[in-house]
């Protein structure tokens, strides 16, 4: 079953939403009105769709939000708002997945956002729990050799998520090889990845960040027979 986290400090709000979802929508809801709380709530279950309750999204709170993004948390986001504005460090290509909507709210609108965002196959979706590290990691594209040297910010069972030196040269849809250097375990790993979503600036330490999903050596072939 398709599941959506609503998220806001105002813990009248949080429910409020949450109520009213779950009146109108065939979906399992959960709410949360503290960033503990959200980010417990996000490492151990896989959401669809989050929508977020704010008076006015400040600086702080965008930096929140693209902190999940840049964490593989790339489900798409509904922001309530009472004020449109947005802060100055927006950028639309960072956070593409954000969709504002400016209060009051027809029920009828947010229903049928949601209820596309939901059903959406664009999204690639987050399964598995992922775990922050800091390790060297080169990336190579399979079909045009190009490879970059960085850091692995966030590790888990299904992929990862790298910022690197330089300008981005890997796209959305991308094949790469990824080497690993496991520091603890004084080895090597080396999987193979694609890109499903880029950041012009990462979150951890500003460069060109990459967040990519694993697959298996059937994919592999399947993707490089299908090029040719």
Request: proline share 4%.
């Amino acid at each position: 079953m398709q599941k959506i986290i609503v998220f806001s400090e105002s813990r009248f709000h949080a429910e409020q939403i949450r109520m009213r979802l779950e009146a109108k929508l065939p979906y399992q809801i959960e709410s949360t009105f503290n960033r503990v709380g959200l980010i417990n709530v996000l490492n151990s279950k896989c959401f669809n769709l989050m929508i977020c309750h704010a008076r006015q999204l400040s600086d702080e709170g965008y930096e929140h939000l693209k902190e999940l993004t840049d964490e593989g948390h790339v489900f798409p986001i509904i922001l309530i708002t009472e004020k449109k504005q947005l802060p100055d460090t927006y950028n639309a290509f960072d956070m593409p997945h954000l969709h504002v909507v400016q209060e009051p709210v027809e029920e009828k609108t947010l229903f049928g956002l949601a209820r596309k965002l939901v059903v959406s196959k664009n999204i690639p979706q987050q399964k598995f729990r992922r775990f922050r590290t800091n390790q060297v990691a080169e990336v190579e594209a399979i079909m045009e050799g190009d490879s970059l040297s960085g850091n692995m910010y966030n590790l888990s069972k299904g992929g990862a998520y790298c910022e690197f030196d330089g300008p981005r040269v890997f796209a959305v849809g991308d094949l790469v090889r990824m080497k690993i250097n496991l520091a603890d375990m004084k080895s090597e790993r080396l999987m193979n990845a694609k890109v499903v979503w880029t950041t012009v600036k990462g979150r951890t330490s500003g460069r060109p960040g990459v967040g990519m999903q694993f697959v298996n050596a059937q994919d592999t072939y399947k993707y490089l027979i299908d090029r040719f």
